[in-house]
T-cell receptor, first 114, second 116 residues
Framework: DGGITQSPKYLFRKEGQNVTLSCEQN?????MYWYRQDPGQGLRLIYY???????QKGDIAEGYSVSREKKESFPLTVTSAQKNPTAFYLC?????????????FGPGTRLTVT | AQSVTQLDSQVPVFEEAPVELRCNYS??????LFWYVQYPNQGLQLLLK??????LVESINGFEAEFNKSQTSFHLRKPSVHISDTAEYFC??????????????FGQGTILTVHP
């Protein structure tokens, strides 16, 4: 059964700690994305990667970091520099080829930092 | 740069009534358009998309959307809603050119609440 998995579903951390959110896909997609969702603000792009070992900043990259060492995996680290990290984080992927623009989403991770 | 505006943050309706969720976009180039649906505490699911061809696109569960280039709109409609349609709906656009392909710009979302 192909899809995107994100773990854990709920994550709690103390302020000042870095935390890494997992995203794995078995769809053989080239491109992967991280979004942050806050009530009333839609989805905002944090980072994206269109190929292994390469990634670009999205609209709100400050305080976040990513890596793309394998095609299937695109972990997101929320660093202590992120001023307001509590949010719902969504990972997505797409084939990355011309004509295939549909993004597939994971179930999300809700991060709470206190 | 592209932007998407969903004109209503919340839309309450009664069951079996028709509904329209409005979406306008701004872009200097041709775009691809999408509607996604999100149920509470879940990821987004694609509802329907417009890439080219017929300006009226339909989903398998009775929703439809019409691409209107002159008005830069992609409104979502359903003639008769069910309780199970209660969810948040997102309109999104994608620029298919060059290195931007695949990137989506989302609207702020519209919460549809269907009352019995």
């Amino acid at each position: 059964d192909g899809g995107i998995t994100q773990s854990p579903k709920y994550l709690f951390r103390k302020e000042g700690q870095n935390v890494t959110l997992s995203c794995e896909q078995n769809l053989n997609h080239d491109a992967m994305y991280w979004y942050r969702q806050d009530p009333g603000q839609g989805l905002r792009l944090i980072y994206y990667s269109q190929i292994v070992n390469d990634f670009q900043k999205g609209d709100i990259a400050e305080g976040y970091s990513v890596s793309r060492e394998k095609k299937e995996s695109f972990p997101l680290t929320v660093t202590s520099a992120q001023k307001n990290p509590t949010a719902f984080y969504l990972c997505a992927s797409t084939k990355g080829q011309a004509g295939s623009y549909e993004q597939y989403f994971g179930p999300g991770t809700r991060l709470t930092v206190t | 740069a592209q932007s998407v505006t969903q004109l209503d943050s919340q839309v309450p309706v009664f069951e079996e009534a028709p509904v329209e969720l409005r979406c306008n976009y701004s872009s200097s180039v041709s775009v691809y358009l999408f509607w996604y649906v999100q149920y509470p505490n879940q990821g987004l699911q694609l509802l329907l998309k417009y890439l080219s061809g017929s300006t009226l696109v339909e989903s398998i569960n009775g929703f439809e959307a019409e691409f209107n280039k002159s008005q830069t709109s992609f409104h979502l409609r359903k003639p008769s809603v069910h309780i199970s349609d209660t969810a948040e709906y997102f309109c999104a656009v994608s620029d298919p050119r060059g290195t931007s392909y695949g990137k989506l710009t989302f609207g702020q979302g519209t919460i549809l609440t269907v009352h019995p």
